[in-house]
């Protein structure tokens, strides 16, 4: 905070004409002159300041009347830090900081004078001026203007000082309400000029009218189609994001005021799209203000707020073109507030859980909402309102596979009679959704193209020699060719994802579809957002009651579903136990049971994790879950992990496997060899884990290859140490490649010992004497 001193002040300004003589006045006294005199400098507002110098030459000419009063110049401090704030409200919600210290300063008994050109300088509120009057009176402080000296002591004076401040007070208020009337006035015609969001654009006279430009156009169109179709915001924003599109954005403000520019898209943007009445052809005046005013002088007003339609000053329809009738309008701002669970009670946007009830399901007891609660063993719909609110006990809990599928079942039924006349909606949408993506495309391109021909004729135009001149409108123009680039490239790739039209087959594929809704409603790619929203085109709400039974027993549910044409149904489905829950599902059994003869339990298990098959608790399934649930159902297997276990001493397993003391027998060796050929990748063996029994895969082909029938015939180009050789390997690496299939080994008798022998897997053909003799 600086204070200005008179040597400053006469500096920064002319001396203005004096406009009386330089004669003291009775009511100042030696005690007054000891003290400072105070000159308060303060103009209402930035634009004051900027183009009305001429009333703060005359404040700070107040200084020259000070000193002919009998102040010394250096006892005379300008305060002028209030330049530009207005006075209509207390200090501390406009910051006035001058006036806070100008306070202070009477406060403390440091001042003998205030002057200011008028009282209304000071304040121009009641409460902050009788403040002054008061503190001023306590200390002895004398208050002027331009016209005379006022003792706030005497009582002619302080009447005098407090009419100013009234009057001032009544003076701003009569002006305001004058502007403010004709502003009202002038709005309740509609011609009041107010700020237009992009889209809109003034025409020559002043109406509003629909932006020229057909990209803007078209974004915005989408936004309310799509929400018309989709029926969630978040859900725009999704497609918007996933089709690469973006929404236009025009600056109020800055030196990019009016200027478009293409954004992200994001749900804010997307929002205020939908809520502005502006975009439905309506003239809303008044949209945001405080939500009750306070007059001026008590403190900060309260937070601003958007109002509602009947709340607002000044509605007008049909006022001017939109993007879309007014009706429809109030029909996306209903659903909006039906989503939107913050704040009142509502049904909720449809979200990506698994429960098609989400929202719209009752308790049958106590009528409050029940919801959904998901968990890896039972996700159920649960109604805790009066547990949450008041601690009594939950008031009932029932699975969600249950009562979906017969609700589902229940639907189904109902729209099959509309299957036609859904197939050719659906059909009819999907056209009109792609049309409308390529739309937006096209014109997304051509305006990239414009601006790339723009910046090459504005570098033809430019002097070749100029060159710094030319280097930057070169940079520009590449810049612009290499965005119409990246955007021609991903155009393409949008095109490969789902912009090309739909072909004859795609079409036979969707009319099955929709002829065949309940594959449709079951199908992988239909999401839990899909089936909601179909379900709410025609159920307004569903009521659930378990009946009597202890928690966990088995029982009937009962259904009371109320459709949207005011018809109830009511449906009684039986609800399974805990012991039900807990049992393996029927198709999972007969699946194991299936494969147990011919695939070991750990093939079993991981063909069921692949296919997301979980265990009843949720869990992954390994060889020990499924063992003990053959063997709780008494399921045989066909490939035992114990040997002893084989019917027939001999006889390979479901999966063509045999014991290793089998293959021993047949092969003429001792086990413990067969364990050195699994090491080396000759020989294909099983072992569930270690210190477990090992089974071999021992085919004819496998036989032939071990016991010297196929290296009889010829086959086997090296020795081992020659293969190294040959093949540039080690002993490790050539397992390797035994292992993953790239040599083959044959096991040949040579005298009286057995060698091994390996050929290449693409070149495994026999090998004559001779051939072999100039090999080594």
Same mark, same amino acid.
């Given at each position: 905070?600086?204070?200005?001193t008179?040597?400053?002040?006469q500096h920064a300004?002319?001396?203005?004409?004096?406009?009386h003589p330089?004669?003291?006045?009775p009511?100042?006294?030696?005690r007054?002159?000891a003290?400072?005199?105070?000159?308060?400098?303060r103009?209402s507002?930035?634009t004051q300041?900027?183009?009305?110098?001429e009333?703060a030459r005359?404040?700070?000419?107040?200084?020259?009347?000070?000193?002919r009063l009998?102040w010394?110049a250096?006892?005379?401090t300008?305060?002028?830090e209030?330049q530009?704030?207005s006075?209509a409200?207390?200090?501390?919600t406009h910051?006035?900081d001058?006036?806070?210290?100008?306070?202070?300063?009477?406060?403390?008994?440091?001042?003998?004078?205030l002057?200011?050109l008028?009282?209304?300088?000071?304040?121009?509120?009641?409460?902050?001026?009788y403040?002054l009057?008061?503190l001023?009176?306590l200390?002895g402080?004398?208050i002027g203007?331009e016209?005379?000296i006022?003792d706030?002591?005497?009582?002619n004076?302080r009447?005098?000082?407090g009419?100013?401040?009234?009057?001032s007070?009544?003076e701003?208020?009569?002006?305001?309400a004058?502007?403010q009337?004709?502003?009202?006035s002038k709005?309740?015609?509609?011609?009041l000029?107010l700020?237009?969001?992009?889209? @809109?654009?003034?025409?020559c006279?002043?109406?509003?009218?629909l932006d020229?430009d057909q990209e803007v156009?078209g974004?915005?169109?989408?936004?309310f189609?799509?929400?018309e179709?989709?029926?969630s915001?978040?859900?725009v924003?999704r497609f918007?994001?996933?089709?690469g599109l973006?929404?236009p954005r025009r600056?109020?403000?800055g030196a990019?005021?009016?200027h478009?520019?293409?954004?992200k898209?994001?749900?804010?943007?997307?929002?205020?799209?939908l809520v502005?009445?502006i975009?439905?052809?309506a *003239?809303?005046?008044g949209q945001r203000g405080?939500?009750?005013?306070?007059?001026a002088?008590?403190?900060?007003?309260?937070p601003?707020h958007?109002?509602?339609?009947d709340e607002l000053?000044?509605?007008?329809?049909d006022?001017h073109p939109?993007?879309?009738?007014?009706e429809?309008y109030?029909a996306?701002?209903? @659903?909006?507030?039906?989503?939107?669970r913050q704040?009142?009670?509502?049904?909720g946007?449809?979200r990506?859980g698994? %429960?098609v009830l989400?929202?719209i399901?009752?308790?049958?007891r106590?009528?409050?909402?029940?919801k959904p609660? *998901?968990?890896?063993?039972s996700?159920? *719909?649960r109604?805790?309102?009066?547990h949450q609110?008041?601690g009594e006990?939950?008031?009932q809990s029932?699975t969600?596979?249950h009562v979906?599928?017969?609700?589902?079942?229940?639907f189904?039924a109902v729209v099959q009679p509309?299957?036609?006349?859904a197939?050719?909606?659906l059909?009819a949408?999907?056209?009109?959704e792609?049309?409308?993506i390529e739309?937006q495309?096209e014109?997304?391109l051509e305006?990239?193209?414009?601006? %790339?021909e723009r910046a090459?004729?504005?570098?033809?135009?430019?002097?070749?020699?100029?060159?710094?001149?030319?280097?930057e409108?070169e940079?520009?123009w590449?810049a612009?060719?290499?965005l119409?680039?990246?955007?021609?490239e991903e155009?393409?790739?949008?095109q490969?994802?789902g912009?090309t039209?739909l072909?004859e087959?795609?079409h036979?594929?969707?009319?099955a579809?929709?002829t065949?809704?309940?594959?449709?409603?079951s199908?992988?790619a239909t999401?839990?957002?899909?089936?909601k929203?179909?379900?709410r085109?025609?159920?307004?709400?569903?009521i659930?009651?378990?009946? %009597?039974?202890?928690?966990?027993a088995?029982?009937?549910?009962?259904?009371r579903?109320?459709w949207?044409?005011g018809a109830w149904?009511?449906?009684?489905?039986?609800r399974?136990s805990t012991?039900?829950?807990a049992r393996?599902p029927r198709?999972v059994l007969?699946?194991?049971r299936?494969?147990a003869?011919?695939?070991?339990d750990?093939?079993?298990?991981?063909?069921?994790?692949a296919d997301?098959v979980p265990t009843?608790q949720g869990l992954?399934w390994?060889?020990?879950?499924?063992?003990?649930?053959?063997r709780y159902?008494?399921i045989p297997t066909g490939?035992?992990?114990m040997p002893t276990?084989?019917?027939g001493?001999?006889?390979?397993?479901?999966d063509?496997?045999?014991?290793?003391?089998v293959?021993?027998?047949?092969l003429?060796?001792?086990?413990?060899?067969?364990?050195?050929?699994?090491?080396?990748?000759?020989?294909?063996a099983?072992?569930r884990?270690p210190?477990?029994?090992l089974?071999?895969r021992l085919?004819?082909e496998?036989?032939?290859r071990?016991d010297g029938? @196929?290296?009889?015939?010829g086959?086997?180009?090296?020795?081992l140490q020659?293969a190294r050789r040959v093949?540039?390997?080690?002993q490790?690496? @050539?397992?390797d490649?035994?292992r993953?299939g790239?040599v083959?080994?044959y096991?040949?008798?040579?005298?009286?010992?057995w060698?091994?022998?390996?050929?290449?897997?693409?070149?495994?053909?026999p090998v004559?004497a001779?051939d072999?003799a100039?090999?080594m």
């Amino acid at each position: 905070m600086s204070l200005t001193t008179l040597a400053v002040a006469q500096h920064a300004v002319a001396p203005a004409p004096a406009l009386h003589p330089p004669v003291g006045d009775p009511k100042i006294t030696p005690r007054h002159l000891a003290r400072q005199a105070l000159i308060y400098v303060r103009q209402s507002s930035p634009t004051q300041v900027q183009r009305h110098p001429e009333s703060a030459r005359r404040q700070y000419a107040l200084a020259e009347r000070a000193q002919r009063l009998g102040w010394p110049a250096e006892q005379v401090t300008i305060i002028d830090e209030d330049q530009g704030k207005s006075g209509a409200g207390s200090a501390a919600t406009h910051e006035r900081d001058g006036f806070a210290q100008l306070v202070s300063a009477v406060g403390l008994g440091d001042v003998g004078l205030l002057l200011a050109l008028e009282v209304s300088r000071f304040a121009r509120n009641s409460a902050e001026w009788y403040r002054l009057l008061e503190l001023a009176a306590l200390a002895g402080v004398l208050i002027g203007d331009e016209a005379a000296i006022y003792d706030p002591r005497a009582f002619n004076d302080r009447l005098l000082l407090g009419l100013h401040g009234t009057i001032s007070e009544v003076e701003l208020h009569c002006i305001q309400a004058r502007l403010q009337g004709a502003r009202r006035s002038k709005a309740q015609r509609g011609e009041l000029p107010l700020g237009l969001p992009v889209g @809109l654009v003034r025409g020559c006279e002043g109406a509003i009218e629909l932006d020229p430009d057909q990209e803007v156009q078209g974004a915005l169109r989408t936004v309310f189609e799509q929400f018309e179709a989709l029926g969630s915001a978040n859900a725009v924003l999704r497609f918007f994001c996933e089709h690469g599109l973006r929404l236009p954005r025009r600056s109020g403000r800055g030196a990019e005021a009016g200027h478009l520019r293409w954004a992200k898209p994001s749900y804010q943007a997307i929002h205020q799209v939908l809520v502005n009445p502006i975009y439905a052809g309506a *003239y809303a005046y008044g949209q945001r203000g405080a939500a009750q005013e306070m007059p001026a002088g008590l403190g900060r007003r309260g937070p601003r707020h958007r109002f509602a339609l009947d709340e607002l000053e000044v509605l007008i329809r049909d006022h001017h073109p939109g993007y879309v009738s007014w009706e429809q309008y109030l029909a996306n701002r209903a @659903l909006l507030r039906d989503n939107s669970r913050q704040f009142t009670p509502s049904r909720g946007a449809p979200r990506a859980g698994q %429960a098609v009830l989400q929202g719209i399901v009752f308790c049958g007891r106590c009528g409050c909402r029940m919801k959904p609660q *998901y968990s890896a063993c039972s996700p159920s *719909y649960r109604c805790a309102s009066r547990h949450q609110h008041y601690g009594e006990p939950v008031c009932q809990s029932l699975t969600i596979d249950h009562v979906d599928q017969a609700l589902s079942a229940t639907f189904l039924a109902v729209v099959q009679p509309a299957e036609i006349e859904a197939l050719l909606a659906l059909s009819a949408e999907l056209d009109r959704e792609q049309a409308q993506i390529e739309r937006q495309w096209e014109l997304r391109l051509e305006r990239a193209r414009y601006e %790339a021909e723009r910046a090459g004729r504005q570098y033809d135009l430019c002097e070749p020699e100029n060159r710094l001149v030319a280097r930057e409108l070169e940079t520009r123009w590449n810049a612009k060719l290499r965005l119409v680039t990246e955007l021609e490239e991903e155009y393409q790739r949008e095109q490969r994802r789902g912009l090309t039209p739909l072909t004859e087959a795609e079409h036979a594929v969707l009319r099955a579809l929709v002829t065949d809704l309940p594959t449709l409603w079951s199908a992988p790619a239909t999401t839990a957002e899909e089936r909601k929203r179909l379900l709410r085109c025609l159920v307004r709400e569903v009521i659930l009651d378990r009946g %009597a039974g202890a928690n966990g027993a088995g029982g009937v549910t009962t259904l009371r579903i109320g459709w949207k044409s005011g018809a109830w149904t009511e449906l009684r489905v039986r609800r399974p136990s805990t012991a039900d829950y807990a049992r393996t599902p029927r198709a999972v059994l007969e699946r194991i049971r299936a494969s147990a003869a011919r695939l070991p339990d750990e093939r079993i298990a991981e063909q069921l994790n692949a296919d997301g098959v979980p265990t009843r608790q949720g869990l992954q399934w390994t060889a020990l879950r499924v063992e003990r649930l053959r063997r709780y159902h008494q399921i045989p297997t066909g490939c035992p992990t114990m040997p002893t276990v084989l019917p027939g001493a001999g006889q390979p397993r479901g999966d063509g496997l045999v014991s290793v003391g089998v293959a021993a027998a047949r092969l003429g060796v001792a086990p413990s060899a067969l364990s050195h050929w699994r090491k080396w990748g000759f020989l294909h063996a099983e072992q569930r884990g270690p210190g477990a029994p090992l089974w071999v895969r021992l085919t004819p082909e496998d036989i032939a290859r071990l016991d010297g029938t @196929l290296a009889g015939q010829g086959h086997g180009r090296w020795r081992l140490q020659e293969a190294r050789r040959v093949l540039a390997v080690t002993q490790e690496q @050539l397992w390797d490649k035994a292992r993953q299939g790239e040599v083959i080994a044959y096991r040949a008798r040579v005298a009286d010992h057995w060698e091994w022998r390996v050929s290449s897997a693409d070149a495994d053909t026999p090998v004559t004497a001779g051939d072999r003799a100039r090999l080594m």
